[in-house]
RNA sequence: GCUCCGGUGGUGUAGACCGGCCAAGCAUAUGGGGCUCUCAAUCCCACGACCCGGGUCCAAAUCCCGGCCGGAGCACCA
C-alpha cells in the first residue's frame, strides 16, 4: 500500500508528513467550496471549557479547508436563556480565536419551521396531538400509534393551525414528527417536534406559542444553512438518528456527523444553573470566579487560549470517554507562557528575621532568564541593609538552624529570628556551618527585604494565599508572572491575583 | 429493562476501517542526570499499556464470538 502511493502519488506523503503537526484525521466529502460547518450553543451562559472542545474541533476543520462556521445560537427554550449569553458566547469565541463567518439565531426563524413543519403535516409525515403524553409514551413503548397519527393531513393541519395561533395552553398539545414505530431502539421512535411554551422569550417577547424542539429545528437549519459537516457530542448519536428521518422525508442530502466522546472535565464547577445560584447567593464573584470551569474564568487565571486548542487538538475527535487531565493542560499553558512571564518573589505566609548587618549587599535578579526574550538581561536590583528579611514559613521551618542560599544575594544562616550573612560565594566560614553535606547542595530560597507588599493569591479550590510581593511586579499589572518557587499568577492589581496553576 | 457506542501504560492519545514493517509511537506524570544562583523552562536517560476468554489465520492491539467493565439515548432540555 505505502509502496503504491510511495510510487504513484508521492505528493500524498508530503502532505501526511506536513499535517504530523495537526494530527487531527481529515474529513471525507470536502468540496471545492470547502466546509459548511457550525457552533450551536445554547444562550444559557457563557462559554466554558467543555464547550470550548466543539468550538475547537469545528474551527480547526474551518481553518484546514476553508468555508464557513455558523455560529448558530440555538434560543428555543426561552426558559434556560441568559440575555447576556448571546453576547458573552461570542466573546469567549472571540478570545478562543475562533473566528466565525456567520451568526444565525434560531429564534429569528421560526417562520422557516412553522412553514416546514406544515409541509411535513401535509405530506403525512407529522401530526398534532392532544393525547395526553402519558399514553404517547405508553403507546410507543409498545409500538402503537395514538389516535392523531391515523387521522388525515386535513384534521393534523387544522389542530396545527390552532397551535400555532396560540389556541392552544401549555401542555395541551405538541405536534410529532413520524419515524418508525417499530423501530428497534425505542429512543427513535416517533420524536416530539413543537410544543407550546408561555415564558416569555428574551428577544421575542410572547410573539410565538409554538416552540421547535431541538431535533426539529436542528435537522431543518442544517438543511437550509448548508452544512456539509457536524461535529457535536456523541450524546446526540440518538439525535442524529431522528434528524435523519426529516432528511429523508423532504430527500436532503444529510451533512456528514461526527460524534465524539464524552469528557468529563473533574474538579470544574460547568453547570450554568449552579453557577447562577452561586453568583446570586455570593458564593461566586462572577461568571469569572477562579472556582469555576467558565472560559472567562480561565482567561482570568492567566491561561492562554492556544493551551486550550492544543489540548483539544491532542484530545482528537475519538468517541471514547475520556478525562479532562488538568495536568497535561497545564503543561501546555506552562509551556507557552514560561518564556514571557516576567520573575517575581512571592512571600507566602512571611517570616520576619532580624537581619544584623553593616553595609549594603546588592542583588541582581533576572527578570526574564530564558534567554531570546527581549529584556533578557533585565534585572531587579535591590539593595540590602540591616533590617530585617522575610522568607516563607515552610523553608523557614524546614531550614532553620542550616545553611541555605538568598537566591542571587548571598550565603545566610537561619537561627531562630535572626538570619546572618556568611559570603557571597563557598568559603571556609560556610564550610564550618555546612561540614556533612556536599557544598553543591545548598537549598536556594526566594526572599524579600522592604521591597514587599501585601499580596492576596486567590486560588481554584476556593482558598487564597496571603503574603508579600515583590514591589517590582507592578510594573507588569495584568500580566502572569512566575513567582518563582510558588506558581505562575496572574496579577491583576496591586493586592490580588488569580493563581494560575503550579 | 430496551437500543446504540466504546474499552491501548497513572493520565491524554497514535495504530484498528485495509491483519504482518507494533516485542506498540507521542505527550503528560514519576524517578535519575545535564544546564541554570527557582521546586520553572530546556536537554538526556529510565519506568510503564493492547479488559478477559475462546475462534479464524503462517501471522491478531487490529477480524469473529462470548463475557466483564464503562458511556450515551429512551424528555413538551439543548
Same mark, same amino acid.
Given at each position: 500500500m505505502k509502496n503504491i502511493v510511495q510510487r504513484d502519488f508521492p505528493e500524498l506523503l508530503v502532505t501526511t508528513l506536513k499535517e504530523e503537526e495537526k494530527k487531527l484525521p481529515d474529513l471525507p466529502d470536502i468540496g471545492k467550496d470547502g466546509v459548511v460547518m457550525r457552533l450551536a450553543p445554547s444562550p444559557s451562559g457563557p462559554l466554558h471549557i467543555g464547550h470550548a472542545r466543539m468550538s475547537i474541533l469545528n474551527d480547526e476543520y474551518f481553518r484546514r479547508y476553508g468555508g464557513k462556521l455558523i455560529l448558530r445560537i440555538e434560543d428555543t427554550n426561552p426558559a434556560n436563556i441568559e440575555p447576556d449569553a448571546y453576547q458573552m458566547i461570542q466573546d469567549d469565541l472571540r478570545w478562543l480565536e475562533v473566528n466565525?463567518?456567520?451568526?444565525?439565531?434560531?429564534?429569528?426563524?421560526?417562520?422557516?419551521?412553522?412553514?416546514?413543519?406544515?409541509?411535513?403535516?401535509?405530506?403525512?409525515?407529522?401530526?398534532? !396531538?392532544?393525547?395526553? /403524553?402519558?399514553?404517547? =409514551?405508553?403507546?410507543?413503548?409498545? $409500538?402503537?400509534?395514538?389516535?392523531?397519527? #391515523?387521522?388525515?393531513?386535513?384534521?393534523?393541519?387544522?389542530?396545527?393551525?390552532?397551535?400555532?395561533?396560540?389556541?392552544?395552553?401549555?401542555?395541551?398539545?405538541?405536534?410529532?414528527?413520524?419515524?418508525?414505530?417499530?423501530?428497534?431502539?425505542?429512543?427513535?421512535?416517533?420524536?416530539?417536534?413543537?410544543?407550546?411554551?408561555d415564558t416569555p422569550h428574551p428577544l421575542e417577547g410572547d410573539r410565538y406559542k409554538a416552540y421547535p424542539m431541538m431535533n426539529f429545528s436542528v435537522a431543518i437549519d442544517d438543511h437550509y444553512l448548508g452544512l456539509t459537516h457536524v461535529i457535536r457530542g456523541k450524546d446526540h448519536t440518538a439525535n442524529t438518528e431522528k434528524q435523519k428521518y426529516i432528511f429523508s422525508y423532504r430527500n436532503w442530502?444529510?451533512?456528514?456527523?461526527?460524534?465524539?466522546?464524552?469528557?468529563?472535565?473533574?474538579? !470544574?464547577?460547568?453547570? /450554568?444553573?449552579?453557577? =447562577?445560584?452561586?453568583?446570586?447567593? $455570593?458564593?461566586?464573584?462572577?461568571?469569572? #470566579?477562579?472556582k469555576l470551569g467558565t472560559l472567562l474564568a480561565l482567561k482570568k487565571r492567566g491561561f492562554d487560549p492556544l493551551a486550550i486548542r492544543k489540548y483539544y487538538i491532542e484530545s482528537g475527535i475519538g468517541s471514547v470517554d475520556t478525562t479532562f487531565s488538568w495536568e497535561i493542560f497545564y503543561s501546555f499553558n506552562r509551556k507557552i507562557i514560561?518564556?514571557?512571564?516576567?520573575?517575581?518573589?512571592?512571600?507566602?505566609?512571611?517570616?520576619?528575621?532580624?537581619?544584623?548587618?553593616?553595609g549594603a549587599l546588592t542583588a541582581d535578579i533576572p527578570l526574564f532568564p530564558q534567554a531570546g526574550h527581549s529584556d533578557d538581561q533585565k534585572t531587579r536590583h535591590y539593595e540590602v541593609r540591616k533590617g530585617e528579611i522575610v522568607v516563607t514559613s515552610q523553608d523557614f521551618q524546614k531550614f532553620n538552624g542550616d545553611l541555605v542560599r538568598l537566591k542571587d544575594l548571598g550565603y545566610f544562616k537561619i537561627d531562630d529570628d535572626r538570619i546572618e550573612y556568611l559570603?557571597?560565594?563557598?568559603?571556609?566560614?560556610?564550610?564550618k556551618w555546612n561540614p556533612n553535606k556536599p557544598l553543591g547542595k545548598v537549598p536556594i530560597i526566594h526572599w524579600l527585604s522592604g521591597n514587599g507588599m501585601p499580596f492576596k493569591v486567590m486560588k481554584p479550590d476556593?482558598?487564597?494565599?496571603?503574603?508579600?510581593?515583590?514591589?517590582?511586579?507592578?510594573?507588569?499589572?495584568?500580566?502572569?508572572?512566575?513567582?518563582?518557587?510558588?506558581?505562575?499568577?496572574?496579577?491583576?492589581?496591586?493586592?490580588?491575583?488569580y493563581f494560575t496553576h503550579p
Open positions: 466565525f463567518t456567520d451568526l444565525v439565531i434560531q429564534s429569528k426563524r421560526f417562520n422557516i419551521y412553522y412553514e416546514e413543519m406544515e409541509k411535513l403535516i401535509e405530506m403525512g409525515k407529522a401530526y398534532v !396531538a392532544t393525547t395526553p /403524553t402519558e399514553e404517547f =409514551k405508553a403507546k410507543k413503548q409498545m $409500538g402503537t400509534p395514538i389516535r392523531e397519527r #391515523d387521522e388525515s393531513p386535513e384534521e393534523n393541519l387544522e389542530r396545527w393551525d390552532k397551535m400555532v395561533a396560540g389556541e392552544y395552553e401549555k401542555g395541551e398539545v405538541y405536534a410529532v414528527v413520524k419515524t418508525d414505530l417499530n423501530h428497534s431502539n425505542p429512543a427513535i421512535r416517533d420524536f416530539i417536534a413543537f410544543r407550546i411554551v442530502k444529510m451533512p456528514y456527523y461526527l460524534h465524539y466522546g464524552k469528557v468529563s472535565i473533574e474538579h !470544574a464547577i460547568l453547570k /450554568t444553573s449552579l453557577i =447562577k445560584k452561586g453568583i446570586r447567593n $455570593g458564593e461566586y464573584s462572577g461568571w469569572d #470566579d477562579p514560561d518564556g514571557r512571564s516576567p520573575r517575581h518573589f512571592f512571600i507566602n505566609d512571611p517570616v520576619s528575621l532580624k537581619f544584623d548587618f553593616d559570603g557571597e560565594s563557598i568559603n571556609e566560614d560556610i564550610q476556593g482558598s487564597a494565599d496571603s503574603g508579600l510581593l515583590e514591589k517590582d511586579a507592578l510594573n507588569y499589572i495584568s500580566m502572569v508572572h512566575q513567582l518563582e518557587r510558588y506558581g505562575y499568577v496572574n496579577v491583576l492589581n496591586d493586592k490580588t491575583g
